[in-house]
């Protein structure tokens, strides 16, 4: 059964890290890019970073480049993101999701890719 289990949220003050965990059981991360989505309250989900394991192939959207950073380690099948400088505008469910390999590396965040979502983890940022 494939199944993708995030942890690693939580509460946390502007200016603060976090890292966010995507554990993937039942499939190999070669087989699928793994994406980083969040929504936050009243909002659309948006794509934040995905990975290719196969390549080390990764993207990030502009709202996050320089402050997060997406890896993989293949032999414990799971997939960080790393959040650093977070502001508050970061506040949001944070879901993963194994999209399949189709056009860009961009495209691997797009919503009609995604073959799998997690179940989400709260990250919160906020004095």
């Given amino acids: 059964q494939l199944q993708l289990v995030e942890s690693g ?48 192939t990764t993207y990030y959207a502009d709202s996050v480049k320089d402050r997060f950073t997406i890896s993989s380690d293949n032999a414990k099948n799971t997939v960080y993101l790393q959040m650093n400088s977070l502001k508050p505008e970061d506040t949001a469910v944070y879901y993963c999701a194994a999209t399949y390999k189709v056009g860009d590396t961009s495209d691997y965040l797009s919503l009609d890719n995604v073959a799998y979502w997690g179940q989400g983890t709260q990250v919160t940022v906020s004095s």
């Fill in 9 to 56: 949220g939580g509460l946390v003050q502007p200016g603060g890290s976090l890292r966010l965990s995507c554990a993937a059981s039942g499939f190999t991360l070669d087989y699928y890019a793994i994406g980083w989505f969040r929504q936050a309250p009243g909002k659309e989900r948006e794509g934040v970073s995905c990975i290719s394991s196969s390549d080390g």
